[in-house]
């Protein structure tokens, strides 16, 4: 803030900071045009019967809390985009644009406690 006045734009000027742009399909907001777009082809793929339980922001814990002599520490979860079931393989995906470090981690964490679920990014 200078003078009184704020440098921050209204959100609706303010671009995100991957430069993705949200969209509405069906009264659900995704994150991006990518992640929109990827629903509305497994919705196609669930409709036809290629997949089956088609699930939105599936979440899975990584570590469980825990008192430490600092405080609480809160639990590690990962949120996928989908989950769904495929030729009887039960299936993670996440629509990925950029690979954040935290995801990084959290996509190690989450190969070593679910060693049987696909993880897949498109």
């Known amino acids: 803030m200078i003078n009184n006045f704020t440098t921050e734009l209204p959100k609706r000027y ?15 907001t995704f994150d991006s045009k990518k992640e929109g777009n990827r629903y509305l ?6 409709k036809l019967g290629l997949i089956t339980e088609l699930v939105l922001q599936p979440e899975f814990e990584l570590q ?13 979860k990962y949120i996928a985009d ?12 996440d629509t990925k644009g950029m690979k954040t470090d935290v995801y990084k981690l959290k996509k190690k964490m989450f190969l070593f406690k679910y060693p049987k679920l696909k993880l897949i990014e498109t």
Not at 20 to 26: A, L, P
Not at 41 to 46: C, H, T, V
Not at 83 to 90: E, R
Request: glycine share 6%.
């Open 41 to 46: 082809e497994l919705k196609l793929q669930e």
């Open 82 to 93: 989908f989950s769904y079931w495929k030729d009887g393989v039960k299936v993670i995906e």
């Open 64 to 76: 469980k809390a825990f008192k430490h002599n600092t405080g609480l520490c809160r639990a590690i």
């Open 14 to 28: 303010q671009k995100s900071k991957y430069h993705n742009k949200k969209i509405e399909i069906n009264g659900i």
